[in-house]
């Protein structure tokens, strides 16, 4: 029996090492300038826990095999019982999750740390039950004040806005999807309007929680034209699962005709 179960686990270790090495589980098409960081630092962290994961797999089906009890041998318990053996396991876990928060550290903070880029186009995002909303400024180039006793969803007025006595209000643009130009800086100002959600587009290598009541910024730079989905993972109510808006990345001629046509 202690063979057959062995077996099994070479078997199961064989398999899953061929998944990982042939990236079968691997995210979409990166279309983000961060992307090319994230992956490298996504693509070591996963070979050094598969490593640990098959020696430790390998380790197990020997000790299987090697101290099965025979009918003129039992198995002799380790010196010093499990505990050795237990706290050196935790040893090298901890140390590998250290060494991996030391290696990676630097790709998180070249993503959550960066100052905005001074050129980057503002977005303002609002997420809500169960919709994602984005605000642009328009010709001013300013934003309104948001007025959350204003919201009305009813009438469109998803930010609250006051323009009959903001003028800046007056021309903000509105839209149910995230339009943007290729290969431009792009800061977005993310807010709940009324319990967590999540921004998640696999394609820009970028998930982040709407937390209510804190605005929280993001940043990417698009490099392909593309149409991604953007999908909400925080689980946010019924409706959750239909909690999703596009990314549309134009060429530059055609982001600013957009713009154009949702001004008049």
Known sequence: MGKLFAAILVVITAVSASFI???TWWLPTDISVLGIGIDHQFGETMMATGIMFIGSQLVLAWFVWGSRDTADRMVKIFP???TPMVVGAIVIVAVAIVVLS???SKVWAGIVMAPPDPAAIHIDVQ???FAFYFRYPGPDGKFGKPHPDLIDDGSGN??????AN???????IV??????PVNRPILLTLHAKDVGHSFYVPQLRIQQ???PGIVIPVQFTATQVAKPEIVCTQLCGLGHFNMRAYLEVLPDSAYQAWLTAQSQ
């Open 102 to 104: 030391l290696v990676g």
């Open 209 to 211: 929680d709407f937390l």
């Open 80 to 82: 010093g019982g499990p």
């Open 158 to 163: 998803f930010f609250g806005l006051d323009p």
């Open 166 to 172: 903001d003028t800046a209000a007056r021309d903000d």
């Open 175 to 180: 839209s149910a999807s995230l339009v943007v």
């Open 21 to 23: 090495i042939a990236h």
């Open 127 to 129: 997420a809500e039950q």
